[in-house]
């Protein structure tokens, strides 16, 4: 267990500042580092594929982006926190005063300390994400602010995914899956990814395994959605799987029950949190969350 809690440490402190999206560098970056930690294939899906009635998007990598008061002294800066920059953001290289930069800046009014999370993968726009404070001292701004995302698309980039499969005496197989997408979130969902590595490995350590495993680590939604189409025949080996997501932060587990509430995985979840003694809360299966809802 000690051993665990100091590669968890490492692999957070190597993750946590790569930006990753539901494309780019970063993940291939990130799913680098985890085959050092067990042997999964980086694996890819085109831009531009259809994926039932989705579409993969254009691979984009951001380089540079920032916010300059009329000094030059930068205010706002994507290399200070990648969160800064709106996912998916449009290139753009301009001044405004800031009436007209406003529609373009996010802060969440009940969480002021905190810079939100915010994307627009479908929708061509252009943005920054910022805390309260800095939210008011570009507010305070008088004289124009300038303004620069640097980022390309690639219309012939890929999206990329991690997959293992861990074979047992039959065909029957478990499905463990994380999604990778969220840059510098602890909780949600690095929590998610560094736990299914450790999982996977302590899997490999077992032998006489009845069953195969499944792990992917995908970015979410489109990412789980393209896993299905491509891998249709693969997802009829599947008895029953799990999405990990969020299982870093404070307070009880939470175990989502499956959409079907008489299925054995609910019971067999419960017993073993009752039996370990561990405090939990019950979630009723719904269609906000994760990758659960393009699972089932």
Same mark, same amino acid.
């Given at each position: 267990m000690k051993?665990y809690?100091?590669?968890?440490?490492?692999?957070l402190a190597e993750l946590?500042p790569i930006n990753?999206?539901?494309?780019?560098? =970063?993940?291939?970056?990130?799913?680098?580092?985890l085959k050092?930690?067990?042997p &999964?294939?980086?694996?890819?899906f085109?831009?531009?594929?259809?994926?039932f009635?989705?579409?993969?998007?254009d691979e984009?990598n951001?380089?540079?982006?920032?916010?300059?008061?009329k000094?030059?002294?930068?205010?706002?800066?994507f290399k200070?926190?990648?969160?800064h920059l709106?996912g998916?953001?449009?290139?753009?290289?301009?001044?405004?005063?800031?009436?007209?930069?406003?529609?373009?800046?996010f802060y969440?009014k009940?969480k002021?300390?905190?810079?939100?999370?915010r994307?627009?993968?479908?929708?061509?726009?252009?943005?920054?994400?910022?805390?309260?404070s800095?939210?008011d001292?570009l507010k305070? /701004?008088?004289?124009?602010l300038?303004v620069?995302?640097?980022t390309?698309?690639?219309?012939k980039?890929e999206m990329n995914?991690g997959?293992? &499969?861990i074979?047992?005496?039959t065909k029957?197989?478990?499905l463990i899956?994380?999604?990778?997408?969220h840059?510098?979130m602890a909780n949600?969902n &690095? /929590?998610?990814?560094?736990?299914?590595?450790?999982i996977?490995?302590?899997?490999l350590?077992?032998?006489n395994?009845?069953?195969?495993y499944r792990?992917?680590w995908?970015?979410e939604t489109?990412g789980a959605i393209?896993?299905?189409?491509?891998?249709?025949?693969?997802l009829?080996q599947?008895?029953?799987? &799990?999405?990990?997501?969020t299982? =870093?932060g404070p307070?009880?587990? /939470?175990?989502?029950k499956s959409?079907?509430?008489?299925?054995?995985?609910n019971?067999?979840?419960?017993?073993?949190?009752?039996e370990?003694r561990?405090?939990?809360k019950?979630?009723?299966?719904?269609?906000?969350?994760?990758?659960?809802?393009?699972?089932?």
């Amino acid at each position: 267990m000690k051993n665990y809690v100091k590669v968890s440490d490492k692999l957070l402190a190597e993750l946590f500042p790569i930006n990753r999206s539901i494309t780019g560098s =970063g993940n291939r970056h990130s799913l680098k580092i985890l085959k050092k930690i067990v042997p &999964l294939k980086i694996k890819s899906f085109k831009s531009g594929q259809k994926v039932f009635d989705w579409k993969i998007p254009d691979e984009w990598n951001p380089i540079e982006a920032w916010i300059k008061d009329k000094s030059g002294n930068i205010l706002i800066d994507f290399k200070v926190n990648n969160l800064h920059l709106l996912g998916y953001s449009t290139p753009i290289h301009k001044k405004f005063f800031f009436h007209e930069l406003k529609e373009n800046l996010f802060y969440d009014k009940k969480k002021p300390k905190s810079i939100p999370y915010r994307t627009s993968y479908y929708k061509k726009r252009w943005g920054f994400c910022v805390n309260k404070s800095q939210y008011d001292l570009l507010k305070k /701004s008088t004289d124009k602010l300038e303004v620069c995302i640097k980022t390309n698309f690639k219309k012939k980039g890929e999206m990329n995914y991690g997959e293992l &499969l861990i074979p047992g005496k039959t065909k029957g197989e478990i499905l463990i899956s994380t999604y990778l997408c969220h840059p510098s979130m602890a909780n949600d969902n &690095l /929590s998610g990814v560094i736990l299914t590595a450790l999982i996977a490995k302590e899997i490999l350590r077992k032998k006489n395994l009845k069953k195969s495993y499944r792990i992917i680590w995908v970015p979410e939604t489109i990412g789980a959605i393209a896993y299905c189409k491509n891998n249709e025949k693969k997802l009829n080996q599947i008895k029953y799987g &799990l999405v990990v997501s969020t299982v =870093g932060g404070p307070g009880r587990f /939470s175990f989502k029950k499956s959409w079907d509430e008489k299925h054995f995985i609910n019971d067999l979840a419960q017993k073993i949190l009752k039996e370990n003694r561990i405090k939990y809360k019950n979630v009723k299966f719904d269609i906000h969350g994760s990758d659960e809802r393009q699972f089932s």
